[in-house]
């Protein structure tokens, strides 16, 4: 869908909206400080456009629609080809009309496209003469830019040196990483300054500042290479007459970052249909990215096309932008609400005014912690940038500091629990309550009870309710203490629902040991991991003897998870004797437990799966399930892939062996395609797991 155009009805409206689009990007390029998200701003530009298609004979000078982006910004340093700007498009029927033109400007369909992700950061041109880079500069207003050589040896991906001794000019990215966005703003916060709103805007600021006490790093990823004044001949001939995508393949022999290392690394594409498969595929990794993109750049290919299109004063015509969904949007913190997870946990949770982001309303963000509120300096009416990306949780980045009134105010933070009034530990950066899980027993328990863990019938959040304040219940394994006539006293408790809870409870013991795991709530371990633990110790025993080392040999288990799980474990010994005295399981069934003389069943030392028919083999489920795997959930898939010998993940990858393709699977499907990785149906799956299927 188009992005909807700001609405202006007369002249001195569009003076105005003018006079904000030039203010706008003249303080997101100078320090990353617009007043407009990315989305306002493309509305007010599109704005803009529409009141100049219908009275052209009004356009001002300084109009956005025919400058470069980023031309607020002066700049001393002639460009020796422009460096320009590209247009847009927001849909499939909008970029189909597009090469529908392009095709007519050069007389014949495009022969090959390129495609990549259209990265989030600042474009610079990086010189280099005799393969050592001399300097480095900003787009400015394409015709000259601002000088930012003082950088050079802080940029990630942009070698001081080549791997060739070239002289060449190197256009590309400069953008923070997520990683490298936290880090920056936990050093600038160190030495006083306010927190950046988002990468973007941070990697703006700190590629022009010059005298800083500190240096943050920042990362580049090269898009162009064209020759320079005292390039080789030979050189330069050959470098103009490159398609786009052996430029970039050039580029990456001289030692150059390129997305060709990433999840999204550019590809070509014979047609229309193949680009937009690419531009879906691609939106569809969006989330899961280290790196922020804002849209999908697609350049017709070949060099012949590009000479023949040629350019405008302000884009290529060979070249555009397909943008997705703005992820980021500008709202107000309203208030901060604390909340108490199941395990005791004192959570924050930031109320917004409700801003629309992606297609979905926003009226919640996480916080993650008290700590986290403080380094960001966060404050009750601050305006703050919000982030969502697929489905993933809104977060807010920093607040929007340029913006401040004076009227915010500090948020509050409690000082007993919210929920029971005990005190708070607050030795770690996520806080939490005295009492642990028994200041929450109720979620503790419906979370056990759940299908995914010990899948206990007829338990609901009502019944465990009634047990918690009846006292007959105070923890996990008071379940299986209950009693007949205990039950029968409980309100619209009958005979038969009776039974039938008692029974559903006594099947709860025979779970595997991952379920029991998973039911205790341990912080760290969800459905996976728990899975995955359970079949690397085999027992519990040998899980609760295990050392935060040991603990890190688990997938997925790195240096900070280690010692809380071993430590919360430790924390539950006496819930865990109680259930085993009660009877649940406390082993892996399919697993061979470690011998009497502590060897295990593999040269790792990890407990050895029995084989069968997916033995070593590393799963991929995408897409609906049908026939006889279709009233299973995702998480009962990965229970069967793994009872089946093999390993269960969510990503595909040279080290997948098999994907499991079922209805409406997309770009995990095309990648197992692309890499030639084996793919099954449901119902071929079914077939090779029968003995496994319940």
């Known amino acids: 869908m188009t992005t909807p155009a700001a609405v202006i009805t007369d002249s001195a409206a569009y003076a105005q909206a003018v006079e904000d689009a030039v203010k706008a990007s003249a303080a997101y390029y100078t320090g990353g400080t617009s007043v407009l998200d990315d989305d306002a701003y493309d509305r007010l530009v599109h704005g803009i456009a529409a009141w100049e298609a219908d009275h052209p004979d009004q356009v001002l000078p ?44 050069i007389g014949r369909e495009v022969e090959r496209f390129s495609v990549e992700p259209k990265l989030d950061g600042l474009a610079v041109a990086a010189r280099y003469t005799g393969g050592r880079l001399r300097q480095l500069i900003t787009r400015g207003d394409g015709t000259a830019g601002e000088d930012v050589s003082h950088a050079i040896g802080t940029i990630e991906g942009l070698p001081d040196e080549l791997a060739e001794p070239v002289t060449v000019e190197v256009r590309g990215e400069v953008l923070m990483t997520t990683a490298q966005f936290e880090h920056g703003n936990e050093v600038r916060t160190a030495h006083g300054g306010q927190p950046f709103a988002n990468p973007r805007g941070a990697a703006a600021g700190t590629l022009r500042a010059k005298e800083r006490a500190y240096t943050v790093p920042m990362t580049f990823f090269g898009y162009g290479l064209l020759p320079l004044p005292g390039t080789a001949t030979d050189l330069g001939v050959r470098l103009g007459e490159l398609a786009h995508s052996d430029l970039m393949v050039q580029a990456a022999a001289y030692g150059i970052n390129t997305t060709a290392g ?7 594409a014979d047609t229309v ?61 309203l208030a901060v609400e604390w909340n108490v997870g199941r395990t005791g946990i004192i959570a924050p949770r930031a109320v917004l005014e409700p801003v629309e982001i992606d297609g979905a309303t926003i009226t919640y963000a996480t916080l993650h912690n008290p700590a986290d509120i403080t380094r960001r300096d966060l404050r009750l009416g601050d305006h703050v940038m919000v982030h969502r990306a697929g489905d993933v949780i809104p977060r807010i980045e920093a607040p929007v500091a340029h913006l ?54 007829g338990l609901g959040h009502t019944r465990i309710v009634q047990l918690v304040d009846a006292g007959l219940v105070a923890d996990l394994a008071g379940l299986f203490a209950l009693t007949r006539e205990q039950l029968l006293g409980l309100e619209r408790m009958g005979e038969t629902s009776a039974d039938n809870l008692l029974a559903a409870i006594a099947a709860a013991k025979a779970q595997p040991l991952s379920r029991v795991l998973c039911a205790l709530g341990v912080r760290g371990t969800g459905r996976s991991m728990s899975r995955r633990i359970a079949r690397h110790f085999a027992t519990m025993d040998n899980i609760r003897a295990a050392d935060a080392a040991a603990m890190q040999q688990v997938e997925g288990i790195g240096t900070e998870k280690a010692p809380s799980i071993v ?31 502590g060897d295990t069943g593999d040269a790792d030392g990890n407990a050895e799966p029995v084989g069968g028919p997916l033995a070593g083999m590393t799963v991929v489920v995408t897409g609906a399930m049908t026939g006889p795997l279709e009233d299973l959930s995702r998480n009962q898939m990965n229970d069967l892939i793994e009872r089946a010998g093999g390993r269960s993940s ?5 080290k997948t062996t098999l994907v499991v393709a079922g209805e409406g699977a997309g770009s995990k499907r095309a990648k197992a395609e692309d890499l030639g990785i084996r793919l099954a149906t449901p119902d071929e799956f079914a077939a090779l797991v029968a003995d496994y299927l319940n």
């Open 567 to 597: 430590a919360e474990l430790a924390e539950l010994a006496p819930l865990i004797d109680k259930l085993a005295t009660a009877g649940v399981t406390m082993t892996e069934p399919g697993v061979t437990p470690p011998t009497s003389g």
């Open 404 to 457: 401040r009134t004076g009227d915010e105010q500090p948020v509050a933070f409690p000082e007993v629990c919210p929920r029971c009034g005990s005190g708070i530990d607050t030795s770690e950066q996520r806080w939490r309550c005295e009492q642990g899980r028994s200041c929450h027993l109720v979620a503790a328990l419906s979370y056990a009870a759940g299908r995914d863990q010990l899948d206990i019938e």
């Open 62 to 105: 300084d109009s956005p629609t025919g400058k470069v982006a980023g031309g607020a910004v002066e700049g001393d340093v002639p460009h020796t080809v422009a460096m320009l700007s590209l247009d847009n498009v927001f849909s499939a029927e909008e970029f189909t009309a597009w090469t529908a033109s392009l095709a007519r400007r």
């Open 273 to 333: 249909e193949q680009a937009l498969a690419r531009v879906e595929e691609i939106a569809a990794a969006r989330a899961e990215l280290p790196f922020g993109i804002d849209g999908i750049v697609i350049k017709a290919d070949l060099a012949a096309d590009q000479q023949q299109a040629g350019s405008g004063s302000r884009a290529p015509r060979w070249a555009i932008a397909y943008k997705l969904p703005a992820v980021e949007k500008i709202t107000r913190l």
């Open 262 to 268: 990433t999840a999204v690394p550019g590809i070509t």
């Open 650 to 654: 969510s990503s595909v990858s040279k």
